[in-house]
């Protein structure tokens, strides 16, 4: 499935949750992925959640959202932590959230948990009219388990399913998010993350299907967008 690819750094630059999740971020890095944020005109900047109140404070007046990760990177937290945390992030301003699935419980073909955990988790975000973009990490999975969840997604309807959290052992593949589109449609967008560091590889993300891309290195991607546009 192909998207329309952008024209223009303004339009790429859309695409871009940028990001910062390391776990010795300081305010040094922290406001400096705001201000590039800022600069670029991103979609949002994805954080951790104890960054959303001076994050959000930083990007006052823009219109760049921000992004709140739960249960992040192993998404080995229980469904009522996982609520806690995502409604704890929605109070002190978040924007956006990006949950990590039980990825145990997908292992095991508990389809029953994982639906009721989207369905949950969804319904937290969308009581808050905030979107809700649901990790699937699919380094761990098999094609077979990647379907199915997306399978589930097109059923429970969160706005965006998600390659990965860039912390697993394997980045994003553009098969796999020609998978995950192919099986939600136009009913659920999807989300490509993790090893996203060249305009080619992004590229051929929008190609599959992607309407966001998770990156940390949004800037080098547009520097090389601009050389090929001359």
């Not at 705001?34 to 990007?59: Q, R």
């Not at 979107?131 to 699919?138: Q, W, Y």
């Not at 992004?202 to 967008?225: D, V, W, Y």
Request: net charge negative; with cysteine; hydrophobic share 40%.
């Amino acid at each position: 499935m192909t998207k329309n690819l952008p024209k223009n750094e303004r339009e790429l630059a859309k695409f871009f949750d940028h990001t910062y999740l390391k776990a010795d971020a300081t305010n040094v890095e922290m406001e400096k992925l705001c201000k590039e944020a800022k600069e670029i005109g991103a979609a949002m900047v994805a954080i951790n959640t104890a960054w959303v109140i001076p994050c959000k404070e930083w990007l006052k007046g823009t219109d760049i959202h921000v992004g709140a990760a739960i249960s992040f990177p192993l998404g080995q937290s229980g469904l009522e932590s996982k609520l806690f945390e995502c409604e704890q992030a929605i109070k002190d301003g978040c924007d956006e959230i990006d949950y990590v699935i039980h990825i145990g419980k997908a292992k095991m073909h508990d389809w029953d948990y994982i639906k009721e955990e989207m369905e949950k988790m969804t319904a937290i975000c969308h009581q808050y009219d905030i979107p809700c973009k649901v990790i699937f990490e699919n380094c761990y999975l098999t094609k077979e388990e990647i379907a199915k969840l997306s399978e589930i997604a097109k059923e429970v309807k969160p706005d965006y399913i998600k390659t990965s959290t860039g912390f697993g052992p394997t980045s994003a593949t553009v098969e796999d998010v020609a998978l995950m589109k192919s099986i939600v449609q136009n009913d659920v967008k999807v989300k490509a993350a993790g090893g996203i560091r060249d305009w080619n590889t992004c590229k051929a993300m929008i190609e599959a299907g992607a309407s966001r891309i998770g990156t940390s290195a949004s800037l080098a991607i547009l520097e090389q967008f601009k050389e090929v546009q001359k």
